[in-house]
């Protein structure tokens, strides 16, 4: 912005004229600066205050240390919560990747029709998640269409998936994979289109097959787009919770609960805002650790 | 039928085949093989679809029968007027309509205008400044929605829809979408306006915003999509019916009419329709808008 004025000023009007640029970029900033620090950066702040205090509806804030922590040690719903999250993401993160990747590779290879299936993948996507997962469960439902069809190869008497103990996960898993894998596809298809044609084609020319090629050139193209998606999609399945809040509830029993509905079921059901918010500090402690974990892991197979 | 997403690894072993990306490069059979594969998936994809438009227009004993019934005996229409007499529809789709208008306008302004500010701005902390943006999206909204809970409160926006508002019109999605663009524009055009006199914000207004009418589209219909469909945010802040927005008024409808199987599908495809027709008129921008940030709102 302030680099080209016509002619050269003299030092001191330089000087005013920085001055001046910084208030207007922080004027372009502002509007949309205030709401977020607002409502996002103060919040964050605000977490670590909140966790250390027992505060409810009925007393105010006071600082008790590290009793919510302690007391979240010997909670086994926590527990559970956060088992059931592991769980979630230990098989949503790699099929979501697989079948993400896949679909990408597929509708990398020019044929004919590919935005019609681009567009058939990525439609779960933008669709009302409380409208699919009434869908999915009567799909699920005991006498619903996907046992029917489990039956013709000899699987019967299950049971209604959400409503079994051992298949309820598995079936939040399955839409979650089901309704997420087209978002991931974009962005790795976007990714595909940066390879330069030349690497394959100087690949061919080396003699590498259709294997080697992938493995020598495609992965190491797609790197940076992987990094990134593999970072989204941790922290998309760490936190998943409106999927499980409206197909599960968390049930049956405790089978599904996650750590997001752990935090929303002790500050807004029992309002008990400090106790919730320490285990909210868990949730983003988590996911921190994760992020920077695999930046670091990036970082060193860059170098 | 989810036999084709239960199943990625097959899939899988048949890439490195397909990787050439020259067609000339694929065989004939390979191709057929290639789009038989596509297209099981996408039926197996779009099932659920078919499935809820169905019900919808079956009568509620014919939804489970056995065998499965593909095809409703007498569609039965009058299911989506019944709905608007049953439910708050109304009322839900104008409080629904007045979020997505209000905050998708916002989120153009401030997004586009802070974009602008990173983008183009020389000022000291701009780097900081946006990294602190960039750092939210390693920071789950669960985990600080409490606390947020707690600032409505205090500024007393909870319980009213300018809660929703407040908390979607300052995502750093916007911005992040905007800058994309805006860093594809040449400084050139920037320096002719400045060297014409117009100010910085004549710059933003009259050369930046109309060259950005892509990044703006997909913006709006992002935006758009994400307010129609949010659930979590208007069940914590939206307590009184009348300001429910479609998405909790489902939820409630299907609790109430929980064995009204196929008045609930009715429920489910209105409340998918309106996103579906956007999208599918205006994919180009959502691909877009979606590739090049990469970030949800």
Known sequence: MSSTVAGAPPARRRGTLKVRNAIIGYSFIAPNFIGFALLTLVPVILLFYYGFTDWN?????????????????????????????????????????????????????????????????????????????????MLFSETGPINRFLAIFGLTDLPGWTASAQLAMPAVILVGVWREMGYYMLLILAGLQTIPSQLYEAAAIDGANAWKRFWNVTIPGLRPTLFFVTVMLTIGSLKVFDLILVMTDGGPGQATLVLSQFIYQKGFIENQFGYASSSAIVLFLICIAITVFQFIWNQRKDS | MTATTLQPPQVEDEIPAFRPRKRTALGTISRI???????????????????????????????????????????????????????EMITWLQNTAFLAVVITGLQLFTGSFAAYGFSKGRFPG???????????????????????????????????????????????????LMKQFFDTIPEELSEAGRLDGLSEYGIYARIMMPLSI?????????????????????????????????????????????????????????????VAIIFLLGQRFFVEGIASTGVKG
Do not use: C
């Open chain 1, 57 to 137: 509806v009925f007393t105010g804030a006071t600082f008790t240390g590290l009793d919510n922590f302690q007391r979240l040690l010997r909670d086994a719903s926590f527990w559970k919560a956060l088992t059931n999250t592991l769980y979630y993401s230990a098989l949503h993160i790699p099929l979501t990747l697989v079948t993400a990747l896949s679909l990408a590779l597929l509708l990398n290879t020019g044929l004919r029709g590919r935005s019609f299936f681009r567009t058939v993948a990525f439609f779960p996507y933008i669709t009302s998640i409380v409208a699919i997962a009434v869908v999915w469960n």
């Open chain 2, 33 to 87: 093989v290639l789009y038989v594969v596509l297209i099981v998936a996408s039926a197996g994809i779009l099932l659920p679809f078919y499935w809820m438009i169905v019900s919808s227009l079956k009568t509620n004993n014919e939804v489970f029968t056995v065998p499965i019934q593909w095809l409703p005996s007498v569609p039965q229409w009058q299911h989506y007027v019944d709905i608007f007499a049953r439910t």
């Open chain 2, 126 to 176: 701009r780097n900081i400044l946006f990294l602190a943006y960039i750092g939210t999206i390693a920071v789950p909204w669960q985990s600080y929605m409490i606390p947020q809970f707690v600032i409505m409160t205090d500024l007393g926006l909870a319980n009213t829809l300018w809660a929703m508002v407040a908390l979607q019109a300052f995502t750093p999605f916007g911005v992040f």
């Open chain 2, 214 to 274: 892509p990044a703006i589209a997909s913006l709006t219909l992002l935006s758009f999509t994400f307010v129609w469909n949010d659930f979590l945010g208007p069940l914590i802040y939206l307590r009184n019916p009348d300001i429910w927005t479609v998405q909790l008024g489902l939820r409630t409808f299907i609790g109430q009419y929980n064995a009204d199987y196929s008045m609930i599908m009715t429920g489910a495809v209105l409340s998918v329709l309106p």
